[in-house]
């Protein structure tokens, strides 16, 4: 059988900027220098393009977030923070990130 490649995970203390796709679905993190994460959600959300900041939360007392099931996205919204419940994890190649247009790109 062939083997899984390794997690690979990133702390929220790490993230350095963010900026939300062209749906409400996606965010792209950008962590420490070079790295880039592709977030989807689980829901659409909104705020998350017209935020300046967020929050990203891990769940379930996890140090580094992994997979969709170990964080969850705060978003300032016109009554409190929203939650962006997240549903998959990805961390991108230099080639997918040099792709992506420029304005969403962290």
């Known amino acids: 059988p062939e083997a899984k490649p ?4 990133f702390s929220s203390s790490q993230v350095t900027n963010f ?3 062209q749906d409400d679905r996606t965010l792209y993190l950008r ?3 070079k790295d880039v994460y592709r977030l989807d959600l689980l829901a659409p959300c909104p705020e998350i393009d017209m935020s300046n900041q967020i929050a990203i939360r891990s769940r ?9 099931l170990d964080a969850v996205i705060l ?3 016109a009554r409190g923070a929203r939650r962006c419940e997240v549903k998959t994890v990805q961390r991108m190649t230099p080639e ?3 792709a992506l ?4 790109r962290p």
Not at 6 to 9: G, H, M, N, S, V
Not at 60 to 68: E, L, P, R, T, V
């Open 6 to 9: 390794p997690r690979q995970c």
């Open 19 to 21: 900026r939300a796709g």
């Open 31 to 33: 962590v420490g220098v």
């Open 60 to 68: 379930g007392g996890a140090m580094n977030i992994c997979s969709g």
């Open 75 to 77: 978003a300032p919204g």
């Open 96 to 98: 997918a990130v040099a």
């Open 101 to 104: 247009p420029s304005r969403e």
